[in-house]
């Protein structure tokens, strides 16, 4: 393989901006490995306690927070001895508050819980994370100034397909259908334990595997594998396979009628639409804990994908309509990998073989040009292009994350709101499972006289309301300062934003993918229900794969990493917009923004919350 650097002088800058993405996920790893390392210490209640034999109520793997409810990991909880018996805890926290009324905690842990409430940040973490987050805003704005050595190491690329192995595996019909075999497989699955399985959450891999392990896990795959997910993704397959009654190779002869999509829609307002419809099914119906309402929004869209894969033209819905595509798509502009042509190795190509196809492939189903392509956003990574290019010109390319975020592209509406829905929604998911939104929801109700869902729908519009509208007042406050254009402000700012959108949604779904998703390997065994013991796991204990408290340090650590970010694309931003004049004038209200976004994360954060799923 070979390491292109721009320049021999920046060549080190250019390798760090390459490896910092794998860094941080070392360290995330290593944090994690540190806390499973952990032995808890163990109080008594009282001096008596000592002289007593505990009970071989910790001998087991994992056991249960009598405070909080939550599964813990029995060999690195906190625990106390009282009456005998062992008590294992989430946190040091938990501990303490049952040191103060042992007796009735002692009583409440032999009843069985098919939910819990993780306790937030502790006080003292937040306040230095937000002390921390104010003076990285506003004691280094020159220091994140633009230099040429800086543009240079964002334009280093590390070409894995220079590895001849990895592009004829890429360049092969079997690939991706091998892996899409897999997850259509498990699709089904879920789709028959969702429909036929037992209806208890716990006991149905349905709504586990969906929610909590593929909706999380997404979001944390986008980070090193950008667009990965649609090479595999199982609609787009069974789609694809119903359509051309054939498994790979071009489209031939199909069934679909290959209509061009209307041109009123080519947009992906469709795609948010579609998001905000099922944020709100999720969050108002409670479909998490449904397996069968799992199951039907499954095939909804599945429907969707099949529907448009016989009206219209090549992946038409992926481009334009899919919520999960157009998600991954947007926070793909953040991802260290990319497809991309090799532009001197397409000069004088005459065929466009990428664009209209050949007898190895078909032409880029979401209507790219490979050779101009510059973003992420509408790739799919079909690898058809590596199929169809007569000269190899395409390459898979590891790069610095946000490459993508500072390219001096043309900014699009719909991108931009869609970037500010996604910053208020994760945001809006966080709240939903607080106490604080279970007392608005309840004043709402009482005050309005409106039903459960007339007060959720109510909430819910203006919670997601409020934070664009916070943007959009600074925006206008930044274009009079700087006399520059409202609209080239608001949107191009819109995309700076990404990065705490982004990072707080994978600390958000750390709690459910670090804390539940290990169940899922008990589920396996029997993803019905049923009784069933397949894989011999069924009766496994499985507990969370860390505390409570190095849970903490790594949402702290990704809503540090996801401000730094923004901060960064923000003074690009403005220097690009002023061209050196009154740069601070266009950042100072952006920063404000930045601040009380990234403030809100912890708060968000420091808040208990309702796990919903964790009956699974």
């Not at 610095?400 to 998911?429: I, N, Y």
């Not at 976004?597 to 708060?603: E, R």
Request: glycine letters at 8%.
């Amino acid at each position: 393989m070979t390491l292109e650097l721009p320049k021999k002088k920046t060549g080190w800058m250019g390798l760090a901006a390459l490896l910092l993405p794998y860094a941080l996920g070392l360290l995330v790893m290593g944090l994690i490995g540190h806390d499973r390392g952990r032995a808890g210490s163990t109080v008594y209640v009282d001096a008596n306690e000592m002289a007593r034999t505990a009970t071989a109520s910790g001998a087991a793997a994992g056991a249960v927070d009598p405070v909080c409810g939550m599964s813990v990991r029995a060999s690195g909880a906190e625990k106390a001895v009282y009456d005998g018996h062992l008590f294992h805890f989430c946190s040091t926290y938990c501990r303490t508050a049952f040191l103060t009324k042992p007796a009735d905690y002692a009583k409440v842990s032999m009843t069985p819980r098919l939910s819990h409430t993780m306790r937030g940040l502790p006080t003292r973490l937040y306040q230095w994370a937000l002390v921390l987050i104010l003076i990285l805003s506003f004691g280094v704005i020159e220091l994140l100034a633009e230099s040429g050595a800086e543009r240079s190491s964002m334009a280093a690329r590390w070409n894995l397909t220079a590895w001849s192995p990895l592009r004829r595996v890429l360049a092969s019909n079997l690939f991706p259908f091998l892996p899409r075999v897999v997850t259509s497989v498990l699709f089904l699955v879920v789709i028959a334990a969702g429909l036929f399985g037992n209806q208890s959450p716990a006991m149905n891999i349905a709504p586990l595997l969906t929610w909590t392990v593929w909706w999380t896990g997404l979001i944390f795959a986008v980070l090193y594998l950008g667009k990965g997910w649609c090479m595999i993704c199982p609609w787009d397959a069974l789609a694809g396979w119903a359509e051309r009654l054939k498994f790979w190779g071009p489209r031939g002869e199909s069934l679909g009628l290959n209509l061009p999509w209307p041109k009123s829609l080519r947009s992906i307002w469709p795609a948010v639409g579609l998001f905000l419809a099922l944020t709100w099914v999720e969050l108002g119906m409670g479909i998490t804990l449904i397996p069968r309402a799992t199951a039907w929004v499954a095939l909804g869209m599945l429907a969707m994908a099949v529907t448009s894969a016989f009206l219209f033209e090549r992946k038409s819905f992926c481009r334009y309509a899919c919520l999960v595509g157009r998600v991954s798509g947007l926070y793909a502009l953040f991802s260290s990998v990319e497809i991309r042509a090799t532009p001197s190795a397409c000069t004088g190509c005459g065929t466009l073989d990428c664009w209209k196809g050949n007898a190895l492939g078909d032409g880029c189903p979401t209507f790219e040009y490979p050779r101009a392509m510059k973003l992420n956003t509408y790739c799919t990574m079909c690898t058809e292009c590596f199929k169809t290019c007569p000269s190899g010109s395409m390459s898979l390319n590891l790069r610095p994350w946000a490459s993508d975020l500072v390219v001096e592209g043309k900014p699009r509406m719909d991108e931009a709101a869609l970037a500010l829905v996604l910053l208020s929604m994760t945001a809006f998911h966080g709240l939903t499972m607080t106490p604080t939104w279970v007392a608005l929801l309840e004043a709402t109700k009482a005050t309005t006289g409106l039903s459960f869902t007339g007060a959720f729908t109510i909430l819910m519009s203006a919670f997601l309301l409020f934070p664009v509208l916070i943007y959009a007042a600074l925006a206008a406050v930044s274009a009079a300062w700087a006399r520059v254009e409202y609209r080239d402000i608001a949107l191009r700012f819109a995309y700076a934003l990404l990065p705490i959108a982004l990072f707080y949604h994978l600390a958000h779904n750390a709690e459910h993918f670090l804390m539940e998703g290990p169940k899922v390997l008990a589920l396996m065994s029997d993803p019905f229900g049923r009784g069933w013991n397949v894989f011999g796991t069924a009766r496994w204990t499985m507990t969370p794969l860390v505390s409570l408290e190095g849970l903490w340090r790594i949402q702290v650590l990704f809503v540090l990493v996801g401000h730094l970010y923004s901060l960064w694309i923000t003074a690009r931003t403005a220097r690009r917009l002023t061209a050196g004049r009154s740069v601070l004038a266009v950042q100072i209200p952006m920063l404000i923004a930045m601040v009380a976004f990234s403030w809100g994360s912890l708060w968000l954060l420091k808040q208990p919350m309702e796990m919903r799923i964790s009956g699974m």
